[in-house]
């Protein structure tokens, strides 16, 4: 019984007027009754996507936002930073991944280079809602500079041929990485919080995030290059492990980084490990965090045995040592 106001008269119309059986509309009035239209269906405002995002961030860091919906109602967040005349600057893509705490959670996880000019930027977040909408969500963000090394660093007759004699291996495979390290692939959802150290705790940071190098070659030239990871000084053979769980998209020896590791933790991010004496793993394996996947040695341009250490999120390479105390992807 929804609406006994116009089941009683309908009723009542029935005794009054039997022969006129058409239809009136439910408004009209009849024997002193006043019949009032249905109530029109409220309609609940569809759901909005809502974005959480980080209001500075320095030169090196991870950038990482979160869009979180009601459950199965997102299906795509695209993400994108422009400088203050409207260029973009960086443009990363969003995945899925689980999160108990709200019911359907998305991330986008790029990357700050080093020298993006410190000043305010633009955050444009673009979801997909499985109704077909699109909700273009922005949000202010400022870049603050971070101070960097300079160093000199003198190489050797082998060094300076090493790194500045033209050899088409080198090409091909500084592409082959590039293509690697800009590959997102939305599945791969592997290791979300906090990076452990590669190494034991204690060897020497020889070489930090982000420093700028100038190569001295034995016939007097030079060439300017970025660090883009940390270094530890440690004795060949020193156990290298995983910094977060992954899967293996690389485990090969190449000319300047000698035996070589890289890891997929996220859509898109990745971290790189070279000049091993000895690889444990095999692409196409799963790693979890901490587990030996090799050892460090003293192959490719080195000047020492060392581990060189990286980070990549959409192509740029960010601090290693902020993901020690910051998860990739805020809780
Ligand atoms: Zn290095």
């Known amino acids: 019984m929804k609406n006994p106001a116009r089941i009683f008269c ?29 109530a029109p269906h ?61 019911a359907d959670a998305w991330a986008a996880v790029g990357g700050i280079s080093s020298v993006q000019a410190p000043g305010d930027y633009g955050l444009t977040v673009s979801a997909v809602c499985e109704d077909g909408r699109r909700v273009t969500l922005s949000s202010d963000l400022r870049i ?22 033209p050899d088409p291996r080198k090409a091909v495979e500084s592409r082959e990485l590039w293509t690697l390290l800009t590959t997102i692939n939305p599945s791969s959802v592997y290791h979300a919080g906090e990076l452990c150290l590669p190494v034991a705790e204690g060897f020497r940071e020889t070489s930090f995030f982000g420093d700028r190098r100038t190569f001295l070659y034995t016939d007097g030239g030079t060439s300017k290059s970025i660090h883009y990871g940390l270094d530890y000084a440690t004795p060949r053979g020193t156990p ?12 090969k020896e190449r000319v300047l980084t000698g035996f070589s590791i890289v890891i997929e933790h996220l859509p898109g991010v990745y971290s790189l490990y070279y ?40 192509g740029n390479a960010v601090e290693p040592k902020t993901l020690l105390r910051n998860s990739f992807i805020p809780h």
């Open 275 to 314: 000049h091993l004496d000895r690889l444990n793993v095999k692409e196409g394996q799963m790693v979890n965090a901490g587990e030996r996947i090799g050892d460090s040695g003293f192959t490719g341009l080195a000047t020492g045995p060392h581990l060189h250490w990286e980070v990549r999120a959409a």
């Open 42 to 102: 409220e309609e609940a405002p569809p759901p909005q996507p809502v974005l959480s995002a980080p209001q500075s961030v320095a030169q090196g860091d991870i950038l990482s936002i979160r869009v979180s919906m009601q459950e199965g109602l997102l299906r795509g967040l695209a993400a994108e930073l422009t400088d203050g005349a409207g260029k973009k600057v960086l443009s990363f893509t969003g995945f899925r991944f689980p999160a108990p705490e709200t």
């Open 144 to 165: 603050l500079g971070r101070a960097f090394v300079q160093e000199d660093i003198p190489l050797n007759q082998a060094m300076s041929s090493l790194r500045a004699d």
């Open 10 to 38: 309908v009723c009542l119309w029935l005794v009054l007027l039997p022969g006129c059986m058409y239809a009136r509309p439910a408004s009209e009035t009849l024997a002193g009754s006043i019949i009032l239209p249905e």
């Open 240 to 251: 290298v492990q995983a910094a977060g769980a992954g899967r293996i998209v690389m485990a």
